[in-house]
């Protein structure tokens, strides 16, 4: 019995912690599960996802082995995931990535909410606030020149809303308030 367990995990593939489980089509449809994680991180360009799914096809016991389709995401938010499906364009997967490393999940998919290309995140991200007001606050100090003896009195959070009149995109987050300039 412990030899089996063994086995079993040595044989366990590896997840990376950003990655794609690219799985032969022909093969699923013959009834057998035949695919493999790729490392995302490890990927720069779709030629290298391209040689990742010929490389896969290639261990098929099927003939005309030659569709693929992703049928798992790690590391890629949700929301993201929805949106890339099974047959994502190797370029703008590999562009979302990047963008998660740099600016992290939260900040990445308010981008895609408000849709701003993702080419576009590193010139248009501001900042993540708690509150609107802080935003306000930061916007203010800035952009503005306070005298002290009225910084008390100040409005931040209609600061804020009225930036997102104008030059700057808000989207509300679970980790707060993330603003782009449009």
Not at 34 to 52: K, Q
Not at 87 to 102: Q, R, S
Not at 165 to 173: H, K, S, V
Request: charged share 30%.
């Amino acid at each position: 019995m412990e030899n089996a367990a063994q086995k079993i995990l040595e044989n366990k593939p590896q997840i990376p912690d950003r990655g794609i489980w690219i799985a032969s089509l022909a093969d699923y449809n013959a009834g057998r599960l035949l695919g493999a994680w790729v490392d995302l991180d490890a990927m720069t360009d779709s030629d290298d996802l391209d040689a990742e799914v010929e490389k896969m096809l290639e261990r098929s016991k099927e003939e005309n082995a030659e569709e693929y389709a992703v049928h798992d995401y790690n590391g890629i938010p949700n929301e993201i995931v929805t949106k890339l499906g099974e047959w994502p364009d190797w370029d703008e997967l590999l562009e979302i990535v990047e963008a998660l490393n740099e600016h992290g999940d939260a900040v990445v998919e308010a981008a895609m909410g408000c849709r701003i290309p993702i080419a576009d995140i590193s010139d248009a991200y501001r900042g993540t606030f708690n509150t609107q007001a802080e935003f306000g606050m930061d916007y203010a100090e800035n952009n503005m020149e306070i005298p002290d003896a009225i910084r008390q009195f100040i409005d931040y959070a209609a600061i804020a809303h009225d930036a997102t009149c104008g030059e700057y995109m808000e989207c509300e987050t679970d980790d707060g308030f993330v603003y782009f300039v449009v």
